[in-house]
């Protein structure tokens, strides 16, 4: 049985009116597809507000962790765009959602390897948040004799990109995770690396995730991209059928595998992690329906 998939298609004049009238929502990664670090894509302001114009519902899906959906909000008004809190889905709050959907009692703590964002969501959600940011600088003395304190009322650990990961966090997240009975490990992704600055890529949050399933011998929920729990929300929201929906992302292995597991049309844009040497390599088998160089090409393509 042949189960190859039809290569992807460059996005052209010949093809792009099909893609678009068939499309109600738009959905995109951020980084390295809106943005590299703090430096904005060229012609993406203009692109988001033209498609805005022509009726199209747009939706920002990240599975970068630091921020918070306010946070970023602000980032994206920053950047010269208007975007309500409410068209953001960021893995940070994912993460919080999947323990308020699956009643994560309240009472219980989560301890947070990750940033700032990780632990305003959980906030938002009710639950108390431990770690983050100021564990970074904690140290442990590997002395005799001596024994690491956790916190037994932790239920959950969430892991996310963080760039203060030290031996202190990874000890704590491995023994609430080994020795609280009934603990959550809680993936918010496992991308292996992202446009962290305009200029490099830098580790992921998958670094930091299988740091902790060497020590815990455990496998995490992952509630960001690829996995599907951050589209059925979207779902419950906006009431547009997937197939009228369009992943726009820089990644094959969580971008466009999230739009294609979820019944969407996907676009690549190789502006970010991806590049057409690796789209087109025999050994990849993720093909996205259309890929083209940065999201600014839709309004080049179809624009006044």
């Not at 960021?90 to 703590?109: D, G, I, R, T």
């Not at 108390?128 to 650990?157: C, M, Q, W």
Request: aromatic share 8%; charged share 20%; proline share 4%.
């Amino acid at each position: 049985m042949n189960t190859a998939k039809r290569a992807a298609q460059l996005l052209s004049t010949q093809n792009i009116r099909s893609l678009f009238d068939s499309v109600e929502a738009f959905l995109f990664d951020c980084d390295g597809v809106i943005w590299k670090g703090d430096k904005l894509i060229d012609g993406v302001s203009q692109t988001l507000d033209w498609l805005r114009s022509k009726g199209k519902k747009l939706v920002f899906v990240t599975n970068n962790s630091l921020k918070s959906r306010i946070q970023y909000a602000k980032k994206f008004h920053s950047l010269g765009i208007s975007v309500a809190e409410d068209e953001i889905l960021s893995s940070s709050f994912a993460a919080a959602m999947y323990l308020k959907v699956n009643n994560f009692p309240q009472e219980k703590k989560v301890y947070v390897i990750g940033g700032e964002g990780i632990l305003a969501e959980l906030q938002l959600a009710g639950y108390t948040g431990l770690g983050g940011p100021e564990d970074g600088e904690k140290r442990v003395e590997l002395k005799p004799n001596s024994l690491f304190e956790h916190d037994k009322s932790v239920g959950a650990v969430v892991v996310g990109i963080d760039p203060h990961i030290n031996y202190y966090k990874l000890q704590y997240g491995t023994l609430c995770i080994r020795e609280n009975p009934g603990c959550l490990f809680i993936a918010t992704n496992r991308d292996a690396v992202g446009h962290m600055t305009d200029l490099q890529e830098w580790p992921g949050a998958g670094s930091m995730v299988a740091a902790m399933c060497s020590s815990t011998e455990r496998e995490p929920i992952v509630v960001g991209k690829p996995s599907t729990f951050m589209m059925d929300f979207l779902l419950q929201k906006f009431h547009i059928n997937t197939s009228k929906m369009c992943m726009v992302g820089d990644r094959l292995d969580t971008d466009i595998l999230f739009g294609q597991n979820a019944g969407c049309k996907t676009l690549l844009v190789l502006s970010g992690v991806t590049t057409q040497t690796t789209l087109q390599d025999p050994s990849n088998s993720v093909q996205p329906d259309y890929y083209t160089s940065q999201v600014s090409d839709l309004l080049h393509l179809l624009g006044p």
